[in-house]
């Protein structure tokens, strides 16, 4: 489920916060399932609870997971799930739009450029 690239220069926390995010995001976790507990986390990818802990918080307070005492944390209800999704995918898209402006484009030229290559992506 949760891989630890040790090359990365990330700290792990935050390894293990974009994997989830992209598990959650991609469905390969359903809304509303629970997570490993801390511990048996911790225990299979052989690092502290702490860390794991940590990563939990993160993506708690980003809306991604929601905690039930004595339950366990649980990924977000698939309305969050969407919202979620929408807002990374903006920020991404806000993201290469920079990268465009910085270049010397025009809006007029980043919005033909977008439209060809969603052309190319879905007419395919």
Known sequence: MILIDYKDKRPLFEQITERFKKLICSGGLAPDSRLPSVRSLAVEL???????SRAY????SEGYI????GKGCFTACEEDIKRLKYSRYKADLKEIIMKG???????????????????????D
């Open 101 to 123: 402006r910085e270049q010397g484009f025009t809006p007029s030229e980043v919005k033909t450029l977008g439209e060809e290559a969603l052309k190319e992506v879905y007419d």
């Open 46 to 52: 052989a690092i502290n609870p702490n860390t794991i």
């Open 57 to 60: 918080h993160e993506l708690e």
């Open 66 to 69: 929601y905690t039930v005492k």
